[in-house]
């Protein structure tokens, strides 16, 4: 994203947040939008209104820093290509694998999922309790009714976020650009997204 469009990102974040605020400093405003440059890469704008919208409806008081409108954003580009969402044993084996390697004395953050229900789900059980139970098949039952749940609440919560963002990126989304220099066919930018997005 380009200077232009955080400025632009800001001014809607001071219109959806009047405590949000913007250095008036120039050289401080600078250096913040430089910050928000390299956090919000590869995020176009389009994603990142969307991301605003979602999470102003979620009736927030303050406003979002932007670690979290990369990271709403990015929630939102998965419902759209449902590029990383783990099936349910990919879910489990993922689980497997964090309690092998972290056992109980520490538990998974949500950075340590690949999904955000996965990480629902195991607080949900007690990683103390997943870790030291002896029956697996009890344990991957109710682990994946959890994470099928909070998997289907958080579609829910983006479906119409994602809806509308879908329908403005469509028409970009699968036209492939012109061609580079030694007349290749560029990919279409939804193969680039799923590529940023893995």
């Known amino acids: 994203m380009t200077p232009e469009n955080i400025a632009s990102l800001m001014t809607r974040l001071t219109m959806t947040w009047p405590n949000f605020r913007i250095p008036t400093d120039p050289d401080t405003a600078a250096v913040m939008i430089q ?3 390299d956090e919000l890469d590869q995020i176009s704008q389009a994603e990142a209104i969307q991301a605003i919208k979602s999470l102003s409806a979620e009736g927030r008081d303050f406003p979002p820093p ?3 409108i990369r990271k709403r954003a990015l929630e939102l580009r998965q419902q759209i290509t449902g590029v990383g969402v783990p099936n349910e044993a990919e879910a489990w084996a993922e689980v497997k694998h964090l309690i092998a390697r972290r056992g109980w004395p520490s538990p998974p953050q949500p950075a340590d999922c690949s999904h955000p229900a996965i990480h629902r789900a195991i607080t949900a059980m007690s990683w ?3 870790c ?3 029956n697996e098949v009890a344990d991957r ?3 994946l009714r959890l994470f099928a749940a909070t998997a289907d609440a958080s579609r829910d919560h983006y479906a119409t976020q994602a809806g509308h963002l879908a329908s403005a990126l469509t028409p ?3 036209t492939p650009t012109t061609s580079d220099e030694d007349g290749r066919t560029l990919p279409t930018a939804r ?3 799923s590529d940023t997005s893995q």
Do not use: N, R
């Open 35 to 37: 910050v928000w440059c």
């Open 66 to 68: 932007v670690g979290m």
């Open 128 to 130: 103390s309790a997943l």
């Open 132 to 134: 030291e139970s002896t």
């Open 141 to 143: 039952a109710h682990f």
């Open 172 to 174: 970009m989304l699968d």
């Open 191 to 193: 193969a680039l997204m």
